[in-house]
T-cell receptor, first 117, second 107 residues
């Protein structure tokens, strides 16, 4: 296991379609994060899992967005009824966290670039 | 939610020059991370600072954590074109990043 992987790397879709992205974290990492990044900005936090439990969701995550990590390993992020404003880079990161302690040293995947036409 | 402010937002310099970028907050952090991101890729961790007043060096990069653990700086000596990228800071108390400093080093 050499790092965090994301699939696909690029996705072009039409407005109104549903899309799903996958993230495979570093295998021994118990925490997994999803971020969205638009051009010229830093990553914006969307949600985070510790094992299979989704512990926090940003208010940025509208009801069209859902994330799962059913077995505490890989995660999926689904966007329903995509809008042009959803166009962004979607980044996944993982880390090793102790209990509910702070997050440090996240390892990022290469991202999925979504373009909504 | 803590707000991490990074400055400057953009910086363009010639190869060989020195530079400093800043990360400031009104909140106290147990630790703070610096990342560098290249176009089309995810951020890559450069360093974690944990102790107030701490200075860490990574080759030509020097990271300092403020005494009060609310701010940090990154100094690059004799910048090279390979230093070009988006420099991001993140605090450990939640999963929030600053907007970053976009550095361009021209040959």
């Amino acid at each position: 296991d050499t790092g965090v992987s994301q699939d696909p790397r690029h996705k072009i879709t039409k407005r109104g379609q549903n899309v799903t992205f996958r993230c495979d974290p570093i295998s021994e990492h118990n925490r997994l994060y999803w971020y969205r990044q638009t051009l010229g900005q830093g990553p914006e936090f969307l949600t985070y899992f510790q094992n299979e439990a989704q512990l926090e969701k940003s208010r940025l995550l509208s009801d069209r967005f859902s994330a799962e990590r059913p077995k505490g390993s890989f995660s999926t992020l689904e966007i329903q009824r995509t809008e042009q404003g959803d166009s962004a880079m979607y980044l996944c990161a993982s880390s090793l966290g102790l209990g509910l302690g702070p997050t440090t040293e996240q390892f990022f995947g290469p991202g999925t670039r979504l373009t909504v036409l | 939610t803590q707000l991490l402010e990074q400055s400057p937002q953009f910086l363009s310099i010639q190869e060989g020059e020195n530079l400093t970028v800043y990360c400031n907050s009104s909140s106290v952090f147990s630790s703070l991370q610096w990342y560098r991101q290249e176009p089309g890729e995810g951020p890559v961790l450069l360093v974690t600072v944990v102790t107030g007043g701490e200075v860490k060096k990574l080759k030509r990069l020097t990271f300092q954590f403020g005494d009060a653990r609310k701010d940090s700086s990154l100094h690059i000596t004799a910048a090279q074109t390979g230093d070009t990228g988006l420099y991001l800071c993140a605090g450990d108390n939640d999963m929030r990043f600053g907007a970053g400093t976009r550095l361009t080093v021209k040959p």
